[in-house]
């Protein structure tokens, strides 16, 4: 059986330090695809070079509800960076 994990943040430490081991370990749990997920604007350049970097990674753009101190981004300017793929 082949997973998705939907919502992970692979730029976090300590994973992002590890980037080959959670990808050996995504490997041997059947993850074979993971959405990463951009917690505000400034960090997406981060998360869609680890995208671009793995052809089973995708990034997502957006700023995470927790994160209240951050740049409220436009929708034109999601639409502008999401396309950047």
């Known amino acids: 059986m082949s997973l998705v994990d939907s919502h ?5 430490e300590p994973m992002g330090d590890d980037m080959a081991g959670v990808l050996e370990r995504a490997k041997a749990a059947n993850v074979d695809y ?6 505000n604007l400034e960090d997406y350049p981060e998360v869609l070079a680890i995208a671009q970097a793995h052809n ?5 753009v957006g700023v995470h509800p927790c994160y209240q101190d951050v740049k409220e981004p436009a929708l034109d300017e999601l639409v502008s960076l999401a396309l950047e793929r």
């Open 56 to 60: 089973n990674i995708f990034a997502s």
């Open 8 to 12: 992970c943040h692979l730029n976090f």
């Open 34 to 39: 993971m959405l990463c997920v951009s917690v």
